[in-house]
């Protein structure tokens, strides 16, 4: 297939607007951004409009931002691929509630190496708000970042407050702390840990393991951290691993990690739960889809739309209510 | 816990750097922005540098591409919820590929009503390139207002080339056509077809359920579309369903949908494949997960690097050499 230009539209600019209206173009501005400290005729405003849609010219959003000295953009940082189905629901809810009071939200795949890298590319997009839900995605000094770029509302998700920063309660070591203490009531005490080596899901391995270290430690119980890739032979090898490392116990980092073992682990001949339990996280469909069904930890974040007015309040008033923490519990299942 | 803003970190603006480097603010642009036109000292040149890097300040990425009459700014429609995982992990390596040709990626969740009015939301972040990967997400019109805004790539997959846009052949009814060709060779006559009901997922539901009904016409098969939201308790009510209708065979949209189906006729008695056969679409690992192992789908587009290097060669050179096309192909496994 050969590509070729279709009929080339001409690029339509304020100044066009403008010509076609009889005006000057700052009176184009006033007009299309609602400015309302400038006096114009509704005769004037009505012909602007009417030149506007007849040229099909469509405001520029950061232009208009950087005008009224504000921006209508939300930015979510987020590599869509790994986060799994329970954020990828989250996120739509939010863009959802959040475009319901005018927002535009916009993802962003941070692919940078430290958080202040990571605040400067976010920065240049001038976000009102930035979401910045990953544990450890945020420093003082990335906070500042953000601030000196004129974002009013930062929020995040960690154990303790931040300064600065609007912070939702919540401790990803308490999803291994949960699944430890179930599978040390189960009697298990040599328990492996998936750790998955995909770009940007350490940042919520690394607290689960350690949760999963503190109980242990508590009980006499080992732990052993497998590193594993998110596919079939990776997890055919570490299925072999944890019968000769005479493991009785595995916890998945999530749902679609320890469907993946258990499968595996099934397809060698160890019997799950008799040999090996398995316990997920994040209670996915999944979990009830596969056999044996999946031990999980159900967790669940505020719902959307009190986030949206959260930010909403941070955005115009620059401050909020306090929201619900996060909240943990084990949901056992056959697997285990 | 209650909100407490931090140190309140002021906004940094082009006039503080220039005030800091005693120089004016068009020179702090011309530096800042790499304008080759303009002529600086080295002396200058490090002394707003060093300002600038003194103070933290970051350019603001839409005033740039203002003063420069272009964008970096690449922008993918997409929810990111009911797209699955083929889908994820193909717009994370987009970001990747893009993102080491210097483009910033945002993600767009696409909540309009029509192909134009959404391409006035994107026009609006006046992007350089759009990637409007889900069908019939554009039109002529639509393409139109991208254009009017300066956007200069626009790519997209089709059965056919579309004007103005460049456009990765492809055929979400190929899907259907594959499936529905499988299941007649296995001598299944009376074919359900699961309609997720979730936003967004018509678009690529209708095409391969119109796949399905191409091939069953030509075999004598019958062909009865199911709604079915992504659900345990709707997967149980669809699966009785199945069964009172005499169904032998069910293609499940996708491997997330069909899985679902597959586990709820498992839990009614119906014995998979002997009973009602069930196909699924990405062959995800999940298919080889569950029992019965799913037959699929599989589809693959061109290489991330390959997309990434024809949206740059369009951007800079307003055209592209053209790319392979979408290829599908049937993967049997126990469900059939």
């Known amino acids: 297939m050969a590509f070729s230009k279709g009929p080339q539209a001409a690029r339509i600019t304020s100044t066009d607007?403008?010509?076609?209206?009889?005006?000057?173009?700052?009176?184009?501005?006033?007009?299309?951004?609602?400015?309302?400290?400038?006096?114009?005729?509704?005769?004037?405003?009505?012909?602007?409009?009417?030149?506007?849609?007849?040229?099909?010219?469509?405001?520029?959003?950061?232009?208009?931002?950087?005008?009224?000295?504000?921006?209508?953009?939300i930015l979510l940082p987020a590599a869509v691929s790994a986060t799994g189905r329970l954020f990828s629901d989250w996120v739509d809810d939010m863009e959802?509630?959040?475009?319901?009071?005018?927002?535009?939200v916009?993802?962003?795949?941070?692919?940078?190496?430290?958080?202040v890298t990571a605040a400067r590319a976010w920065a240049q997009l001038r976000?009102?708000?930035?979401?910045?839900m990953a544990p450890n995605s945020l420093t003082a000094e990335a906070v500042q970042v953000?601030?000196?770029?004129?974002?009013?509302?930062?929020?995040?998700?960690?154990?303790?407050?931040?300064?600065?920063?609007f912070t939702l309660l919540g401790d990803q070591s308490d999803i291994g702390r949960v699944a430890a203490e179930h599978?040390?009531?189960?009697?298990?005490?040599?328990?492996?840990?998936?750790?998955?080596?995909?770009?940007?899901?350490?940042?919520?391995?690394?607290p689960r393991l350690a949760g999963i270290q503190r109980v242990a430690t508590v009980h006499g119980a080992?732990?052993?951290?497998?590193?594993?890739p998110y596919g079939g032979e990776a997890a055919s090898a570490l299925a072999v691993l944890c019968r000769e490392l005479g493991l009785d116990a595995v916890f998945g980092y999530n749902d679609e990690y320890a469907a993946l073992l258990s499968a595996a682990l099934n397809d060698h001949g160890v019997d799950v739960p008799g040999q090996i339990a398995v316990v997920g996280a994040d209670d996915l469909l999944l979990a009830q889809?596969?056999?044996?069904?999946?031990?999980?930890?159900?967790?669940?974040?505020?719902?959307a739309d009190l986030i949206a007015d959260t930010v909403d309040s941070l955005i115009n008033r620059g401050t909020a209510e306090p929201l619900p923490s996060v909240w943990f519990e084990p949901v056992p299942r056959q697997s285990s």
């Open 17 to 73: 607007v403008a010509r076609a209206a009889g005006v000057s173009r700052a009176t184009v501005s006033f007009v299309l951004n609602g400015t309302s400290t400038a006096r114009i005729s509704e005769e004037t405003r009505s012909r602007v409009l009417a030149a506007a849609d007849e040229l099909g010219y469509v405001p520029h959003a950061a232009a208009r931002s950087l005008r009224a000295g504000r921006s209508d953009l």
């Open 96 to 104: 959802t509630a959040l475009g319901e009071r005018g927002y535009t």
């Open 106 to 115: 916009v993802l962003h795949g941070n692919r940078s190496p430290d958080p």
């Open 127 to 132: 976000p009102a708000a930035v979401l910045a």
């Open 146 to 165: 953000l601030a000196q770029a004129g974002t009013t509302a930062v929020l995040t998700i960690a154990p303790e407050p931040m300064p600065g920063v």
């Open 183 to 206: 599978l040390v009531s189960r009697g298990r005490r040599r328990i492996g840990v998936l750790m998955p080596t995909e770009r940007g899901l350490s940042a919520f391995a690394e």
């Open 222 to 228: 080992t732990v052993t951290p497998l590193p594993m």
């Open 289 to 303: 889809i596969v056999r044996p069904q999946l031990t999980s930890v159900r967790y669940r974040l505020p719902a």
